[in-house]
């Protein structure tokens, strides 16, 4: 989780006038005509049975669990409390109230987020235990060890060692009877480091980073069928509840969601390499792949839909080369479930998330976007788009497996489940091989940094979602970064209704002797992508693309 710049917002009045320009047919001054057509009836591809879950175990090194992505949950809420920050009976209402309201008041809750996100197939009930007493005070607590995570395993395996004697019983707990608990909230009673209430205290970056929000494991832990133990963590404050809502008025849930993705498997789509002072490439230290605005960067908005399909909630429409181009297709927006793949005409798509392609979704600010889309969210993150528009992101999702700790083949055949037995022990396992941030990614040397796991391209080409100029010392970084905002989306208007491959060439890190840009895996993308018109629907927006070999 990580804090933001504002930007500013708009008025409604703009956006009425935004909708209704999205639907014109032709624009002044352009010899460009965009006619909304109707698109030929695509069949939805079944999807892989493939998911996250399948590897997430394995691909740490057998240390760590992950939440199925598909079930109903009973998960582990822990209050802890310091001598100094306690759970009183109404904060502990409202945590109840963040994890499990069926109607909450402003934002989601933990459980219509999830059932909404994931249409259906994921079903959550918090149960939320006596609250853990730690002893100490909140400043006795962050100064007793210099690692966070050695601070929260340890807290961790104490308070379950507790609940057990109490005759708690951690099965139910269990959903896919592996001996871990599925998932374990710590929220913590005290506020997070941001807070007034902290700026007395000298804290080391090591103490503010236990007081924040994060997820992590306890990978020395043993399985156990019988009474299960816990593995999977999220660690947050309760004040993260409070953070986008005014008294009285509700909870905010948007923390506790960003971190649940977390405990899926999802990464963080933001660029770490931001924050390190070590890391020193002009050209990618910071860059902001998904520009912000999305569920696992400032934990906004709803989840993207390679985010969902990588979960196994939606099946894709997915173009392929034995198709007649040029091809019109019609999509309905992603709150129906709907996104089109597009892979490299030169390469057999594998049939699952996990390959290298284009993906199109079609955003709407209404559902689970509305609340972000209407204002700016709390600790300045920026507004969520506020107006309908078309998402194209480049996608590399593909796999490699580590052979040691530090070798791996790359280029996973996963058009079936068999990969998975080829992992033999700890240094044996599988994990995504690009990641946005760059110097996670784990490609052969030939490979340029900044070869993203997803990167969403700027409808009218330019790159503006890093900062080369990071070391001018005149204008610090973080006030020269852009995120996404509405002109990000593509649109049927002048300079944002295409894509191809030779307008966004310096979205890719890969080109050949003339220049052009490939595909991560050198391949040509080969074809290019019209938007022709956007229109309002009775149950949202649909759009009208054009296909064309290039």
């Known amino acids: 989780m990580k804090a933001m710049n504002k930007n500013g917002f708009f008025s409604k009045s703009i956006l009425l006038l935004s909708v209704a320009f999205l639907s014109s047919c032709a624009q002044k001054g352009s010899n460009i005509v965009f006619t909304y057509k109707p698109g030929v009836d695509l069949e939805k591809s079944a999807a892989s049975s493939l998911v996250y879950h399948d590897f997430f175990y394995q691909s740490q090194g057998h240390r760590m669990d992950s939440l199925p992505s598909k079930g109903d949950f009973n998960v582990v809420v822990i209050p802890v409390n310091f001598n100094d920050y306690k759970f009183d009976d109404s904060s502990l209402m409202d945590l109840d109230a963040a994890f499990n309201s069926k109607k909450p008041k402003y934002y989601e809750s933990l459980t219509s987020f999830y059932e909404k996100s994931s249409f259906g197939n994921v079903s959550f009930n918090a149960t939320i235990l006596d609250p853990y007493e730690t002893n100490q005070t909140v400043y006795e607590f962050v100064n007793s060890t210099t690692s966070r995570n050695q601070i929260g395993t340890r807290l961790l395996r104490t308070a379950i060692t507790k609940y057990k004697e109490a005759e708690v019983d951690f099965k139910p707990f269990d959903q896919d009877e592996n001996g871990l608990i599925d998932a374990v909230y710590l929220v913590y009673a005290a506020p997070d ?117 990588a979960l196994g909630w939606v099946e894709p429409y997915l173009i392929t080369k034995d198709m007649s181009f040029p091809l019109d297709v019609e999509i309905n927006s992603a709150n129906e479930g709907d996104l089109l793949i597009i892979p490299s005409y030169y390469d057999e798509p594998n049939g699952t998330a996990f390959d290298e392609f ?193």
């Open 193 to 309: 480091y941001l807070s007034e209430e902290f700026s007395k205290y000298s804290l080391s970056d090591e103490a503010k980073s236990i007081l924040w929000a994060f997820v992590s494991w306890d990978n020395t832990i043993g399985a156990n069928k019988n009474s299960p133990n816990a593995c999977s963590f999220v660690w947050a404050s309760k004040d993260f509840m409070y953070k986008g809502v005014k008294k009285g008025e509700g909870v905010d849930s948007h923390t506790f969601i960003h971190e649940t993705g977390h405990l899926f498997g999802l990464a963080d789509y933001y660029n770490y390499s931001r924050d390190n002072k070590s890391y020193t490439d002009n050209n990618y230290k910071f860059t902001d792949p998904v520009g912000g605005l999305d569920m696992m960067d400032c934990n906004i908005l709803d989840h993207n839909m390679w985010s969902k399909y």
């Open 358 to 550: 284009m993906m199109v979704e079609l955003y709407s600010p209404s559902g689970l976007n509305a609340v972000d889309s209407s204002s700016s969210h709390y600790l300045s993150y920026p507004r969520g788009y506020y107006i309908p528009g078309v998402k194209i992101s480049h996608v590399d999702s593909r796999m490699a497996h580590y052979t040691s700790s530090a070798n791996y083949e790359f280029g996973v055949d996963v058009t079936n489940k068999e990969f998975l037995k080829l992992s033999t022990g700890q240094n044996s396992f599988f994990r995504i091989a690009a990641s946005n941030t760059s110097r996670s990614s784990l490609y052969p040397e030939t490979y340029k940094p900044g070869a993203n796991l997803i990167h969403l391209m700027e409808a009218n080409g330019k790159f503006t979602f890093r900062n080369e100029n990071y070391a001018n010392e005149e204008s610090p970084y973080y006030q020269k970064m852009f995120y996404a905002n509405n002109g990000t989306l593509f649109q049927a208007e002048e300079d944002r209704y295409l894509f191809n491959m030779e307008k966004f060439k310096d979205f890719f890190v890969e080109h050949d002797e003339k220049g052009k840009a490939l595909f991560n895996n050198g391949k040509e993308f080969g074809y290019a992508i019209k938007i022709n018109g956007i229109k309002q629907t009775e149950n949202g927006y649909k759009c009208s693309l054009t296909i064309e070999r290039d």
